[in-house]
């Protein structure tokens, strides 16, 4: 050997840059194990390579029980075979849909899973597959919690529907029933007017307190008396008894009456004078029995002799 030669090169950025590249690696590392979300990695065997913190404290297991395992502890067959068949038909360019599974841990207790998957292909082989996941339990428990209450107001609404229904066909029965009623006074009221046409009669109706509500007076009487004088008079005040001007009340209580037709031999004040008259009261009922007034028709038997 007659001499040596050197090239001097200074590599402290090397080493700096080395440092932070390992120092980095540290941090994502930490930051991985420290997630609060289950991250695992297994290989195309299926079998578990790593797992952080999280992921193996939710199974209740080491990290190093995890390592090695064949597929994700306490999932079905079935749910296995449904990330299997997301990574396996996953293309390198474009990762996969999250897959949903279930799981009994070992209290028992279903429990849903949400797994995103990010299979790592070369040369168009996999080589492994990351699983980023999630417990979603309180959050399936709280959409079938909302479910239940759809179907419980749905219930809930179908039945007011179906009493609405009912109290529409009540009330359209009761409308046509009023119809009915109304066309019956309707025939009442013709039938005493045409009676009053052939007859010297008035036709008045009182309610509960015996107060006039409504006169049908033919022309022919009109002379004697208006509906002025009687509408809104108490009955007592038109109508006298023979009998020393007793209470005509007496005559045609309304609790008392039992008799649907009532004949009263009575006197009717006019502004002129007090003439004989005949009258007959009936009774006037609510549909639910109750009574509500009386219809009285006075006669005039002396009055045309």
Known sequence: MTGVAMQITDFTSWHIDIELIVGGKNNELHLIQESKEFIISIGPDEKIIFANHAYAKYCGLAIQELIGRQGLPYLSSYDMSQIRGAYL??????????????????????????????????????????????????????????????????????????????????LKREIENRIVIENQYN????????????????????????????????DQLSHIISNRQLVNYPLQTILLNEEKGSNINNYYNIYCATSEFRRVFCHIRTCFKIIPVITSG??????????????IIIEFPSLFE
């Open 282 to 295: 009936i009774p006037l009922k609510r549909l639910d029995g109750e009574f509500e007034g009386m219809c």
């Open 89 to 170: 038909i996953s293309h390198p360019s474009i990762p996969s849909s999250p897959v949903h599974v279930t799981a009994i841990l070992p209290d028992g207790e279903k429990h849903w899973q949400k797994w995103s998957i990010f299979p790592i292909f070369i040369n168009n082989k996999l080589h492994q597959v990351h699983l980023h996941g999630k417990d979603i339990s309180k959050l399936k428990y709280l959409e079938q919690e909302i479910q239940e209450l759809r179907q419980e107001v749905a219930h809930i609404l179908k039945e007011k529907n179906v009493k609405l229904r009912d109290l529409t066909l009540q």
């Open 187 to 218: 025939n009442q009221i013709n039938f005493f007017r045409s009676l009053l046409c052939d007859h010297q009669v008035i036709i008045l109706e009182t309610d509960i307190s015996m107060i006039i509500t409504s006169a049908i007076i033919p």
